[in-house]
Every structure is written in C-alpha cells, then in structure tokens.
C-alpha cells in the first residue's frame, strides 16, 4: 500500500488544507443534493472539507478515512457536533453501514483509491458498497478528473510538484510526482511520489512511493453503475452544469439506487 512515513503523512495533511481551498465541487454537490435533510455518506472523507460544509447545510453526514491526520483536523472546524460523525476506517475492508440517503464518491476519490486489490477491482467495489449502504431510492455521487485523452495528462516524464511548504512543527517538504506513465490499452498510469522533507531539527528525510492506477473510462464506470443496481439519473462535465465533453475536465454522476 501506499502509507508514509507518519511525518511525511501530518505534513500531507496540513498541506492539503492550505492547497485544497477551491469550493466550487462542494457547492455544486450541495446544489444537486439539494436542502431537505439527508444522512450523507462520505468515502475518504479527509479533513472535512465537503463534509463540514454538508453538515452546515443542515444534513447528517458521516465520513470515513484511514488517514488518522486528516481526520484529527475535522474537529478543528467544526462548532457543533450534533450531526456530524466520522472515524478511521479502510474502506475496501471495514463496513460502511447503511440506511444513507447519499453516498459521496467525491474529490477524485476513484482515482485515489489506496488499496493492494487490482484497481479496477476496487473501483467497482466502491461502487458495489455504496449501493449497499444506501436507502431504497437513495443517490450516490461520483466526481472525478476526467479526459478523454488521458495519455496527454499521463504520459509525463518531467517532475511535477503537487505541493510544497512548511507545516505548524516547522518541517518544509515536497511532493513531486515522477516518471508518469500511462498504458492506452489497460488504463493503468504508473509515477513515482517523491517526498522530500526537511525536518524542524535539521535533518532530511526522502522517501520515493512506486504508485499505479487505473484511469476508469465514463464508460466502464457506467457499467460499474448499472450492475450494482443503479440508475444513472444526471451527469455533468464541469461545475457550469455542462455536458462531459473534449472541453470539460470532469465526470460528475448523479445516480440513484
């Protein structure tokens, strides 16, 4: 799997949120989930950032993620706690639970899956257990970065530096990815994630992380969709509300169980 080292994995964390400040993906979901109450479902949750804006928008929402770091800063933005719950969870392994009006797949969670299982594999999966923890009826929401010529965003051998900065225990670091592959006929891209720290007490620390994924095409998700049970009711290209096409960048579904 794909863990760091845990300075490496705090670090990320408090790195996300100073990076990861775009709102657009949370509004557009809100919009489309829409104001009545609904007990909301959230796969790697991360730090809160669509869940604490779902629960100020009145609904009950819960949040899985196996990155104790990111789940430990959700408290910090929150001021009531009456519905909003989260806990560390592996979600190819561990129950969701079920009885939830909302499933979120969100924040190219389908393209960040950590897990040892085959790729595709675990993306039906995601899609399988989302049917399961959902209400008769219920909805799940899938949005991911999406292409249709993915080997023009893949194929990159030049290094590409996600992020950089210091964190609040003074430790600067980076997160470069390298050697970006990417394999037409299977969808798999291959990189390397590349850290390099600098610690508060003076020393370094590098760590190099052989990462491979599978790019899943609208099509197969659509079929992932339709063999777990669901009905595909909307889908978008971007958060304008336009349609997936060569000038849009996303895949935003909409489907209901």
Same mark, same amino acid.
């Given at each position: 799997m794909y863990?760091? /080292?845990d300075i490496i994995s705090k670090w990320n964390s408090e790195m996300y949120d100073c990076n990861e400040t775009d709102t657009n993906d949370v509004e557009f979901a809100l919009s489309v989930i829409g104001v009545e109450? /609904?007990?909301?479902?959230?796969?790697?949750?991360?730090?809160?950032?669509f869940l604490v804006p779902m629960?100020?928008?009145?609904?009950?929402?819960?949040?899985?993620?196996?990155?104790e770091h990111m789940l430990n800063r959700i408290s910090r933005k929150i001021s009531n706690t009456q519905n909003i719950h989260w806990h560390k969870s592996d979600v190819i392994n561990d129950e969701w639970g079920t009885g939830f009006d909302v499933v979120l797949l969100a924040a190219n969670f389908l393209f960040n899956i950590v897990s040892d299982?085959? &790729?595709?594999?675990?993306?039906?999966?995601m899609i399988k257990k989302s049917a399961e923890a959902l209400m008769p009826g219920g909805h799940v929401l899938i949005d991911y970065a999406y292409t249709? &010529?993915?080997e023009k965003w893949f194929n990159n051998p030049n290094p590409n530096i996600v992020w950089q900065g210091t964190d609040s225990e003074g430790n600067f670091g980076k997160m470069v990815l390298l050697n970006n592959t990417y394999d037409k006929e299977t969808g798999i891209t291959k990189f390397i994630r590349r850290f390099e720290m600098t610690l508060a007490d003076g020393s370094n620390l590098i760590q190099e992380i052989p990462t491979e994924k599978?790019?899943?095409a609208i099509e197969q998700v659509r079929e992932w969709l339709k063999r777990a049970g669901f009905v595909i009711e909307n889908e978008w290209g971007d958060y304008h509300g336009n349609p997936i096409s060569e000038n849009t960048?996303?895949?935003i579904i909409w489907a209901k169980k």
């Open positions: 863990y760091e /080292k109450p /609904k007990r909301i479902l959230e796969i790697a949750c991360g730090s809160g950032r629960a100020n928008a009145g609904h009950n929402v819960t949040g899985l993620d196996f990155d299982m085959d &790729y595709r594999q675990a993306q039906e999966l249709f &010529y993915p599978h790019f899943a960048h996303r895949a």
